[in-house]
């Protein structure tokens, strides 16, 4: 009987061996799901490559030539040129670089705001959660145009604080009301992922509450986050053209999407290629 067994059991196909998948390719499955994040990273990848060939615009940004204003496009200037003779085309390729350093450190700066505000409060919950969520939901109550103009114009107004440049005030802006999204997101994840068994065992086995955190939820929580990221850069670019538009966040002559557009508006009827193409841009 016991020849029988060891026989069958030699004789049994062996199992195949399951291969752990490793945690890039989870999150790169998990963000192709998501649509309008891949929209996103598509759109974000030609603005991305705009800025990174700016440098080969056969015009400098501040080039004036008064003789040449206002030209329609033309095979000199595929963009026509302004009221004061500058590469149209020159100056939407250099403002896409300023819209896309804004856009990802603003994105940067809220994400890292965001995810420690929704890691504290979901692993911890209790008073902790409740203060930093009611804290989140003031933010989100504020008019966002109204207080981006007043902090703007406030910063702007205390050179002590160190934030001189036009483009540095517009990212820390955007950055203090747009990480309310991704802090709510990570503490949805954390609260769904912190009961479970490997979490626990963890736990058991003396593990601190920074390492859970960081090493065991965090990373799980990966994919949630670059999805929000994306869509954050496209709403940060958004919002600094907005912003500059209105006179409040990039000022002339540094050349961004926003303030080409308000430049722009004065010839819209003359020359009305200086808004088609960084409003297309946008």
Do not use: C
């Amino acid at each position: 009987m016991s020849e029988l067994t060891i026989n069958d059991a030699l004789a049994a196909p062996a199992r195949p061996v399951t291969r752990a998948v490793p945690l890039r390719v989870l999150i790169w499955r998990r963000f192709l799901r998501h649509r309008l994040a891949v929209v996103a990273m598509v759109v974000l990848g030609l603005v991305i490559g705009s800025a990174v060939l700016a440098p080969l615009s056969r015009y400098e940004p501040t080039e004036q030539n008064p003789t040449n204003a206002l030209q329609p496009p033309s095979a000199a200037h595929w963009f026509g040129t302004d009221d004061l003779g500058r590469d149209v085309f020159s100056r939407t390729l250099y403002g896409g670089r300023i819209s896309l350093t804004v856009g990802l450190s603003a994105t940067l700066l809220s994400l890292l705001i965001g995810v420690i505000v929704g890691m504290v409060a979901g692993y911890f919950g209790g008073f902790a959660d409740n203060l930093l969520m009611r804290i989140t939901d003031g933010f989100l109550t504020l008019p966002t145009l109204f207080v981006l103009i007043l902090i703007s114009t406030m910063l702007r107004e205390v050179p002590a604080l160190g934030l001189t440049s036009s483009v540095m005030i517009v990212i820390f802006v955007i950055a203090v009301l747009s990480w309310m999204w991704p802090a709510r997101i990570v503490r949805g994840e954390f609260l769904r992922l912190k009961h479970r068994d490997f979490v626990l065992a963890a736990d058991n086995i003396g593990a601190g509450h920074g390492r859970i955190m960081s090493r065991h939820i965090l990373p799980n929580t990966v994919s949630l986050i670059i999805v929000q990221g994306t869509l954050l850069v496209a709403y940060a670019i958004i919002t600094e053209s907005g912003l500059s538009y209105l006179g409040f966040g990039v000022q002339p002559p540094t050349p961004s999407w926003g303030n080409l557009l308000a430049t722009a508006q004065t010839y819209a009827l003359r020359a009305p290629w200086l808004m088609i193409f960084p409003g297309l841009m946008i």
